[in-house]
């Protein structure tokens, strides 16, 4: 069994976010008008990596319900907005939090979601948890390989546009459109392969399903029951759902769990995995390279630590010096 790795800042603790008493009192108001009484108690989310307000909220009757809010002026409104109706249209297979309401007030867009009692994974990965999280996965992926009209109304871009214009980093770098990032001593003399992986993972990844788009450890929660929810909605795509699969075991890897093990049942090329390894170790390690964020300041950490986790799962399968 590998060593295990760890970030530097556990998942739960990388969020820096208003409280509710920091929202303007006419806002708390109003959200506390929706919910049918005044809050009581708001737990802020201590995972993810945005400074919007996001909490579970408590009534003074005891309802809860958990929101979000981001300013108008923000792209994150947008973004919650998005969440709100990608999960409205989500098929009842999936386990994921559904919308209660939305509203605008005070310079916000606010939106409420269901509730789900229940906690982030921990890392190192225990591995009923793994399970459950696949599970969830699994079921979610089955549910939506044919997606209905109304996601593909909202707009569900093709996975292989994304990696062409998003994720081909290394193409950058060889072509030396790009600098290189910190990187393991072994890339320089691999940047050719890598970038040959990129160029090949489009035609891999093409596929009729809807992938969640952003599956990572931070946005899973495990209820009271062992069951996983898969969580923050914004940016589904349409392609192979074994992509989505690498990307949640990226953590796995790291935990020094059977990660390849654990994808024999995904029907994943091995070209493919090992072209979405390069693919998303390139990208965080640039991004891990843009200097502080505008967001939470542990996030170029993380995406250091996803870069370099990615990368040894690539190494180690390709029989590279990691």
């Known amino acids: ?62 309802d809860r319900a958990f929101v979000k809010a981001a300013p108008l002026t923000e792209p994150l409104s947008d973004w919650y907005a998005r969440e709100a109706a990608i999960t409205a249209a989500l098929p009842p297979e999936v386990p994921a939090a559904r919308p209660r309401w939305t509203l605008v007030a005070e310079g916000h867009f606010v939106l409420c979601l269901e509730a789900i009692e229940g906690r982030l994974p921990t890392l190192p990965w225990a591995p009923a948890d793994l399970a459950a999280a696949l599970a969830a996965w699994e079921a979610s992926a089955a549910a939506l390989s044919n997606p209905s009209a109304e996601l593909l109304g909202l707009g569900l871009p093709p996975l292989g546009d994304i990696v062409r214009d998003e994720l081909s980093w290394w193409s950058e770098i060889a072509a030396g459109r790009a600098p290189l990032p910190p990187a393991p001593p ?38 009271r029951d062992g069951r996983a929810w898969l969580c923050d909605w914004t940016w589904p795509c349409r392609g192979e759902p074994w992509f989505d699969t690498v990307t949640l075991l990226v953590t796995a890897y790291a935990s020094g769990l059977d990660v390849d093990a654990a994808l024999s049942g995904w029907n994943a090329p091995p070209a493919g995995v090992d072209g979405a390894l390069a693919a998303l170790g390139g990208y965080w390690l640039t991004r891990a390279a843009g200097g502080p964020s505008s967001a939470s300041p542990h996030s170029r950490q993380h995406q250091r630590f996803s870069g370099e986790q990615a990368l040894s799962w690539l190494a180690e399968r390709r029989g590279w010096a990691s």
């Open 1 to 62: 069994m590998r060593a295990v790795s760890l970030p530097e800042v556990a998942y739960g603790a990388t969020a820096v976010r208003p409280d509710w008493g920091d929202l303007p009192a006419a806002l708390r108001e109003a959200i506390g008008a929706r919910l049918g009484g005044p809050v009581a108690a708001a737990a802020s989310a201590g995972g993810g990596f945005t400074r919007a307000f996001a909490a579970l909220l408590t009534t003074v009757a005891g």
């Open 186 to 223: 072994w890339v320089p003399g691999r940047l050719g392969e890598l970038a040959a992986l990129e160029r090949a993972l489009p035609a891999l990844v093409t596929g009729p399903g809807m992938l969640h788009g952003d599956l990572r450890v931070d946005n899973l929660l495990l209820d």
